[in-house]
């Protein structure tokens, strides 16, 4: 069992950066796969970028690749999210989660963070 905490979100204006981190606030998280997940409101839940144990596999969604890098410190027990040029279509609540299986599908994972909300202004 893990538990996990997100944290760095905030109001940041189009074409900016912010730094997201993952946490484990229980048990340790690093032998699982780590992924990030957003929901915008009114809309679904959808796959930002996912890492594997080992840092040598790391899936991107078409929107975010080239601006998003994905990372972890298995020593430190975390994971990060690094945001650059960030548009206001990327506002919306950011998730962490931690599984066996490395995936861009939500239901493939077992343990969730509460969110963090990031809001892009134009």
């Known amino acids: 069992q893990v538990q996990l905490a997100e944290s760095g979100g905030g109001l940041v204006q189009t074409g900016g950066s912010l730094r997201l981190s993952c946490g484990a606030t229980?048990?340790?998280?690093?032998?699982?796969?780590i992924g990030w997940f957003r929901q915008a409101p009114g809309k679904e839940r959808e796959f930002v970028a996912a890492i594997n144990w080992s840092s040598r596999d790391m899936p991107y969604a078409d929107s975010v690749r080239g601006r998003f890098t994905i990372s972890r410190d298995n020593a430190k027990n975390m994971v990060y999210l690094q945001m650059n040029s960030l548009k206001p279509e990327d506002t919306g609540v950011y998730y962490c989660?931690?599984?066996?299986?490395?995936?861009?599908?939500?239901?493939?994972?077992?343990?969730w963070g509460q969110g963090t909300a990031i809001t892009v202004s134009s």
């Open positions: 989660n931690a599984g066996y299986q490395l995936s861009d599908n939500y239901y493939t994972y077992d343990f």
């Open positions: 229980s048990g340790s998280f690093n032998s699982y796969a």
